[in-house]
C-alpha cells in the first residue's frame, strides 16, 4: 500500500505508526519533497482484520511474530481463539463473565466463521469496559455505532 503526493508525484514514505489502547491505529506518512503528511486510522475491527491478514503497514514496521501467531489462529479455524479472557482493557472494567442472548448468538452465527472469534471478542470488550454483563442484539447495534462497525 502506497500514497502519493499528487502535488509532487511523489510516494510519500512511511512517517510514523501508533497503536492507542483502544485498538486504533494510526499510520502518518510523509512526502519527502514537499512535508505533506497525510493519517491513515483504522477503527478497531480494521486493526484486527489488517493485522490477522499479516499486512505490513508501512513495510516492515510492524513486528512479525505477534501477527503470525493471529494469523495461525485464525488459520485453524478455531471459533474460540480469541476468547482468552485473561486480560480486560481497562482496570475498572466487570471482571465476571460477560453472558451473551440466545438471539445474540443466532445473530453472531451469521458473521462469517473465520472472523466471528474476533467479532464476538470485540463485543465481549466492550460489554465489558462498559460493566454490560450480557449481550442481546441491542447492545451488538449499540457496539457498532458505538465502535464505527456499521456495516459490518
Ligand atoms: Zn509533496
Given at each position: 500500500m502506497k500514497f502519493l503526493c499528487l502535488a509532487c508525484d511523489q510516494a510519500m514514505e512511511f512517517a510514523e505508526r501508533q497503536l492507542p489502547g483502544d485498538g486504533t491505529l494510526a499510520a502518518v506518512f510523509g512526502c519527502p519533497t514537499c512535508g505533506r503528511e497525510i493519517a491513515m486510522l483504522a477503527n478497531p475491527m480494521e486493526t484486527q482484520l489488517v493485522s490477522s491478514l499479516g499486512i505490513k503497514v508501512g513495510g516492515r514496521e510492524v513486528p512479525e511474530q505477534p501477527l503470525e501467531l493471529v494469523r495461525s489462529s485464525l488459520a485453524e479455524g478455531r471459533p474460540d481463539a480469541f476468547l482468552d479472557d485473561s486480560a480486560p482493557a481497562n482496570p475498572s472494567a466487570v471482571q465476571g463473565p460477560v453472558t451473551w442472548?440466545?438471539?445474540?448468538?443466532?445473530?453472531?452465527?451469521?458473521?462469517?466463521?473465520?472472523?466471528?472469534?474476533?467479532?464476538?471478542?470485540?463485543?465481549?470488550?466492550?460489554?465489558?469496559?462498559?460493566?454490560?454483563?450480557?449481550?442481546?442484539?441491542?447492545?451488538?447495534?449499540?457496539?457498532?455505532?458505538?465502535?464505527?462497525?456499521?456495516?459490518?
Open positions: 442472548s440466545d438471539d445474540a448468538v443466532q445473530r453472531l452465527s451469521h458473521v462469517p466463521t473465520f472472523v466471528r472469534g474476533m467479532v464476538k471478542r470485540i463485543y465481549t470488550d466492550y460489554a465489558r469496559e462498559r460493566g454490560i454483563e450480557r449481550i442481546t442484539p441491542e447492545i451488538m447495534d449499540t457496539a457498532r455505532t458505538d465502535l464505527g462497525l456499521e456495516g459490518m
